[in-house]
């Protein structure tokens, strides 16, 4: 997923990943926590990059760990 905002200073690129982290403008949040915790069981990975658009790509990578979810 990409947007088109400022993107994530240098600090911010790790930081957001964690639970209940409060940007620059006062939000918190777990989203980005909760969903680096699902693709950690999946055997997945998120990541950050900078995106075309001037903001940042969130990608999830999947790993050949494990091709079928849990139960399967």
């Known amino acids: 997923m990409d947007d088109d905002g400022n993107g994530l200073s240098e600090a911010e690129r790790e930081a ?39 903001g940042t790509r969130f990608s999830l990578i999947k790993h050949a760990g494990r091709l079928s979810g849990p139960g399967g």
């Open 16 to 54: 957001v990943f964690q639970r209940f982290y409060t940007g620059p403008n006062g939000v918190t949040g777990l989203g980005l926590a909760i969903c680096r915790q699902i693709a950690a069981n999946l055997d997945g990975e998120l990541t950050y990059s900078s995106s075309p658009l001037g």
